[in-house]
Structure formats: C-alpha cells, structure tokens
C-alpha cells in the first residue's frame, strides 16, 4: 500500500474519532476534554496506533475509558468508513502538549519581560 494511500486514512480516521468521541457515552470518556493527536494505521490496516492528549481528568481513567469504548468507536468508524478492514485501535497518550506547555513555561521565565526590557531603556 503506498504511503499516500496509508496517510488519507490515517487522517480518515482521525477526522472520524474526533466526531465518534463526542457520541460516547462513559462519563470518563465525554466529561474530558480529549483530542486525538495523531493516528498511524499499519499497512495491513488491521492495527491502528491513536495519540490522545487531555488537558483534564486524570490520565488512567481517561485510557480506561477510551479502552472499554474502543468496541462501539470501533463500530462506527466502520459504519462511517468504507474500509476493507476496521483495524483494532491502541490508545496511547500523548504528553506532547504538556511537554511543550512545560518549555514555553520555562523560556518565559528564563526571558525577561517587556516591562524590564522598558525599565533597562529608561
């Protein structure tokens, strides 16, 4: 399968698990604020790798969650995809959003401010 083909339907999917996520139904799941990052579906497509990042919640009930709806997220992307097959979803979470957060932080206080940079002027 080429790697063009291999990249529309990991965009497919990840379009379609943003709209999905907003139907479950588990208070784990819908009461967090959850976006999905990235998804690598393999070759074969019969396994899929999905990268969510939450702000909110705490981050083991949250994959808890995502794992025991994984049968009905399943379910619909199949009904919403015409895929050969549906691949079987690996939820994984992704602290890149921290991670940068915790960086832009830290060069915020390292930098100095525009009020000092005026004082240093005056």
């Known amino acids: 399968m080429s790697s063009y083909r291999r990249g529309r339907i990991n965009d497919a999917v990840l379009n379609e698990l943003a709209e999905i996520l907003r139907e479950v139904k588990d208070p784990r799941v819908s009461e967090a604020f959850i976006s999905i990052t990235a998804v690598d579906v393999t070759p074969d497509l019969k ?14 009930e949250i994959h808890k969650g995502l794992s025991s709806a994984q049968g009905f997220i399943r379910k619909k992307i199949a009904e919403r995809l ?40 005056l």
Not at 84 to 113: C, Q, V, Y
Request: charged residues 40%; proline residues 4%.
């Open 47 to 60: 396994f899929a790798k999905v990268y969510y990042s939450s702000l909110t919640g705490d981050k083991k």
């Open 82 to 121: 015409n895929l050969r097959l549906t691949p079987e979803l690996d939820f994984i979470e992704d602290n890149s959003i921290e991670h940068g957060a915790r960086i832009s932080k830290l060069l915020d206080s390292i930098l100095p401010s525009k009020e000092e940079e005026e004082d240093k002027k």
